[in-house]
């Protein structure tokens, strides 16, 4: 008994000592959260600042002139995301390596190739051609950031990674807006994996399965009009004999081999895979004559590679002359999207090709010269130091041809010709800086359209409305016009002059729109027209799959007025536009094959399933699950032996992957039904009756032999990933999720996992959600994945996240009574 009660103490001694540790960890780490309310004093703001913030978190910041209102900003933002913001500038500047270890070596490779740092400190230091005004902000904003630095308590990870952050500059975040360019990278891996088919399989058009559109009736931004006409009508599409193919005359560049090419894939995609990409986007604008309220409307939901905490932070910034709620990157001091009392705008990725990679020839032992246009050039060359925690520093050679950077020296194994990368971004001048302070300055849409031309790169799509009616789109950054022989997306010929660019299209011939006689414009990363623009025959991009912007058009066309609440239906509806007609396929193979062939009774279930499915992403239902597993089989069964196994995976991360599947499954004498590897010739009927096999026994192995548990939520699921988190166990404490989600690939709502890689781990999707009706601007809504915070303890760092997959909307809090009624926590900045 004595030995009892002794185990008995122990164990209540050990347990009290527990919980005694756990609250005295938590208190510390409560003192590590920024104060948020309060008086501030110290700062060097000129007159009082008033911080508000309201229930979400959101900051609302009242100044009485424009420095103190970005000095303001800053200290606010580097609250709420100094650790993500060191991260970002590490990552742009390829500095990852010297706090997280030899892991990210690579990572820095790369990005150092890219020269975003490079590029960021000539901008920079060419002070006199930035606009004086918007330089002024960038340092304001930035002053406020480090006087945070210097005087607030720094994030628990700080503490974890033992490092302390040095002053933030200039450099640092203009390197940040080179990596919001890094949505190239469906560039570098189409162009690679194309360029691989080509030389491997001669007799393989790569346009087959590299189509764009050139396969299908396209659902363009200009020629797709969501009109009313009384009736439920096809979705229009641009007419068939305005859609050429994009390739031109080819010749050789020399074999570059599949291995190397495959290791510039690899490491381009792990590299995607660790950092947040923009992937694509919705956003459709209505005016007033198809909106209930009788005013323009503005929806948007910008997607992007899902993080912790989420890409956007948002901000309200009031002075005198200047409102606007914007949503900002936290190293930026202007919003990219924003919307005030007269004007808002939304941004899609354009998806244009502003790349291509130049296959280049040294000067045999000359590493100093290239061949460019028939002729021996000069070549640069940069000498780079990377630190790397816990190792010794790495030595980095970049060597810089008229093309761009060649992006292959730095690949381990990598022995075929130098790949040099040529880039919009990085040939042009492009003051991104002056662009986004004369946008979030605009005072009509003359003024907005002027800001809009200054850009380069990224190309994006800007929506656009106002409280007079206006609504606009337009295709913003220069566009490349290439010699008519040339096919942009293989590998090309850096030596001879054949394949170099004739020059750009003035933006006043971009694609746009103003007020069309539809009322509706609609964006979705599809191709923005089927018409030629100048020299231009057919306008090349690595555009996302027509799907989304079809059902939007088909939704939106269904009947004429819209209101905000019908809106939030639209951005959340998740049924798969070419589902129906593809299912109805593939069935119609599997039952004919079922008479000779035989279904167990588990496949007989599972058809039966299929055949009644009514399209729609329920997370309750198997259909999904079975729909995603049979179109993954069909496609890996049909061109996984073209591929190989590592690239076949690539080839599922890119837009073409689809635009090839729903011309493929339509096309029973494609010879790529034949499996290459084998001695019989397989046809469309042997690769669907066997992909049908082997999506059942799949969902069989995972998840046992009751159907009724092979639902979508059991299937899909999505995590927000903390860089911390990243390791176990801490992703138990800064992770959020893992959840079911209730959407899918290629629907309005989109959760997109790689198709390839075939884990069904969400990877990106709606990085907000926005709706704005000029008619009451007061009441507009909104919603983040997750919270406005990256502070793990702070009480917004993830209190969205479960409204946000439900599909719902908060308030935005917008005028100063409104701000007054919600008004959580306020902090007021008060001169030295």
């Known amino acids: 008994m004595e030995k009892r009660k002794k185990i008995f103490r122990i164990i209540i001694i050990v347990l009290s000592v527990a919980v005694l540790l756990f609250a005295g960890v938590r208190i510390y780490l409560q003192t590590l959260l920024p104060e948020i309310d309060g008086e501030l004093r ?131 975040s203009a390197s940040f807006l080179g990596y919001m360019n890094y949505s190239f990278t469906e560039g570098i891996v189409t162009d690679s994996l194309a360029t691989i088919i080509k030389q491997k399989y001669p007799e393989i058009n790569t346009e087959e399965l590299f189509p764009g559109y050139t396969r299908e009736e396209p659902v363009t931004i200009m020629e797709s009009q969501a009109y009313y006409n009384g009736e439920t009508s096809k979705v229009p599409v641009a007419r068939a ?58 929806a948007n939901d910008p997607h992007v590679v899902y993080s912790n905490p989420g890409v956007w932070y948002e901000a309200q910034l009031k002075y005198p002359g200047h409102e606007n709620y914007g949503y900002y990157v936290p190293l930026v001091p202007f919003p990219f999207m924003a919307h005030n009392s007269t004007r808002g705008w939304a941004i899609t990725m354009f998806e244009n090709d502003d790349l291509d990679l130049y296959a280049e020839t040294f000067k045999p032992g000359d590493d100093s010269s290239v061949m460019y246009k028939g002729d021996w050039a000069k070549v ?70 002027q800001a809009l031309s200054m850009l380069a790169a990224p190309g994006l799509n800007v929506s656009y409305v106002d409280s007079t009616g206006n609504i606009a789109w337009w295709a913003v950054g220069r566009i490349p016009v290439r010699p008519p022989h040339m096919n942009s997306k293989i590998v090309l010929d850096g030596a001879s002059g054949r394949d170099e660019y004739l020059g750009f299209l003035p933006f006043e011939e971009n694609p746009q729109l103003l007020n069309p006689e539809s009322g509706i414009i609609i964006t979705a990363n599809n191709l ?25 058009t088909e939704l939106l066309s269904s009947k004429e007025k819209w209101s905000l609440e019908d809106m939030k239906t639209v951005q959340n509806d998740v049924k798969a536009y070419n589902a129906d007609w593809i299912l109805k396929t593939i069935t119609g193979i599997v039952e004919k094959n079922n008479q000779d062939k035989g279904l167990s009774p588990l496949e007989s279930s599972a058809l039966e399933i299929l055949k009644e499915w009514d399209c729609v992403y329920n997370e309750k239902s198997a259909a999904p699950s079975l729909y995603e597993h049979l179109t993954y089989h069909v496609l890996k069964e049909g061109v996984g032996d073209e591929f190989g196994e590592e690239n076949f995976k690539q080839y599922g991360e890119i837009a073409d992957h689809w635009n090839f599947f729903k011309a493929f499954i339509q096309e029973p004498e494609s010879k790529l039904w034949d499996n290459v590897n084998t001695d019989v010739t397989e046809t469309r009927e042997d690769v669907v009756m066997s992909a049908f096999r082997s999506t059942v026994a799949e969902l069989e192995k995972n998840y046992g032999s009751d159907i009724k548990k092979w639902t979508w939520g059991d299937v899909c699921k999505i995590e927000y990933v903390h860089p911390i988190g990243m390791k176990k166990p801490f992703n138990l404490i800064f992770n ?45 809504f909104s919603i983040l994945p997750t919270g406005n915070s990256g502070n793990f303890l702070s009480p917004y760092y993830s209190h969205q996240a479960d409204m946000y997959l439900r599909g719902e909307y908060r308030g935005v809090v917008f005028t100063e009574e409104q701000i007054q009624q919600d008004k959580n926590h306020e902090l007021v900045m008060i001169p030295k």
Not at 248 to 258: D, F, H, W
Request: hydrophobic share 35%; with cysteine; net charge negative.
């Open 42 to 172: 110290g700062s060097a703001v000129t007159e009082s600042v008033t911080i508000t913030r309201d229930s979400w978190g959101v900051p609302h910041i009242t100044a009485n002139n424009e420095h103190d209102a970005y000095y303001a900003l800053g200290y606010t933002v580097a609250q709420d995301r100094l650790f993500q913001m060191e991260l970002q500038r590490r990552l742009a500047k390829g500095e990852l390596a010297e706090i997280l270890g030899p892991e990210l070596l690579e990572t820095d490779k790369q990005f150092r190739t890219y020269l975003f740092r490079h590029t960021a400190e000539k901008m920079v230091s060419d002070a006199g051609e930035i606009c004086p005004e918007s330089l002024e902000c960038f340092e304001a904003f930035l002053d406020g950031v480090n006087y945070f630095v210097e005087t607030g308590p720094l994030p628990v990870e700080f503490k974890m990674l033992g490092i302390k952050p040095e002053k933030f500059t200039p450099v640092d």
């Open 241 to 298: 004999d305005e859609t050429q193919s994009s390739n031109g005359t080819e010749y050789e560049v020399g074999p570059i081999s599949e291995k190397d090419l495959t290791l510039l894939i690899k490491g381009v995609m792990k590299t995607a895979d660790q950092v947040p990409v923009f992937t694509g986007s919705n956003s459709w604008v209505i005016g007033p004559s198809r909106s209930e309220s009788g005013s323009a409307i503005l």
């Open 380 to 449: 640069k060359t940069l000498k780079e130091k990377i630190k790397v925690k816990g190792g010794e520093d790495s030595e980095l050679v970049i060597r810089i041809t008229p093309h761009g950077p060649v992006i292959t020296d730095f690949i381990d194994g990598y022995s075929g010709k130098p790949l040099a990368m040529w880039t919009t971004f990085s040939q042009v001048e492009n003051p991104v800086l002056d662009f986004l302070y004369l946008l979030v300055n605009a005072k009509d849409i003359t003024q907005f359209e």
């Open 528 to 552: 923005s027209t089927s018409n030629s623009l100048g020299p231009i025959r057919n306008l090349e991009g690595y555009w996302m799959p027509s799907d989304r912007a079809a059902r939007i």
């Open 736 to 780: 959020i999720g893992p959840y079911a989600v209730p959407g899918g690939y290629e629907v309005i709502n989109i959760f997109g996992c790689n198709a390839g890689e075939h884990d069904f781990k969400v990877k990106w999707g709606p990085s907000t959600r926005r709706l704005i009706d000029y008619a009451d601007v007061e009441h507009s």
